[in-house]
Nanobody, 115 residues
Framework: QVQLVQSGGGLVQPGGSLTLTCYASTNFFELSTMSWYRQVPGKQRDLVALITDAHSTDFADSVKGRFTISRDNAKKMVYLQMNRLKPEDTAVYYC?????????WGQGTQVTVSS
């Protein structure tokens, strides 16, 4: 069974930076698209960033130029580097793995941007 284990997150002041990490316990990690989503209470879970098996990336307009996504296939890790954080970035962030018709989620981690 595939497990995604997240780390990082926490409280940061506006303008600060955080890095989220996600480890995937699967042998097909390098063939998978990895994504980060976020969700605030009462709203749907929204895509923040994704990186394909070919290392192509895409970002939500709200984070372009501030967030970067990267992956290390040897370590089966995906990273979300978040810079110039804003209060509106406050949410629970989820790691996601997609491979063909299968989809898996991490446990979620809280990111709070506040002074």
């Amino acid at each position: 069974q595939v497990q995604l284990v997240q780390s990082g997150g926490g409280l940061v002041q506006p303008g600060g930076s955080l890095t989220l990490t996600c480890y995937a316990s699967t042998n097909f990690f390098e063939l998978s698209t990895m994504s980060w989503y976020r969700q605030v209470p009462g709203k749907q879970r929204d895509l923040v960033a994704l990186i394909t098996d070919a290392h192509s990336t895409d970002f939500a307009d709200s984070v372009k130029g501030r967030f970067t996504i990267s992956r290390d296939n040897a370590k089966k890790m995906v990273y979300l580097q978040m810079n110039r954080l804003k209060p509106e970035d406050t949410a629970v962030y989820y790691c996601n793995l997609q491979r063909m018709s299968a989809e898996y989620w991490g446990q979620g981690t809280q990111v709070t941007v506040s002074s």
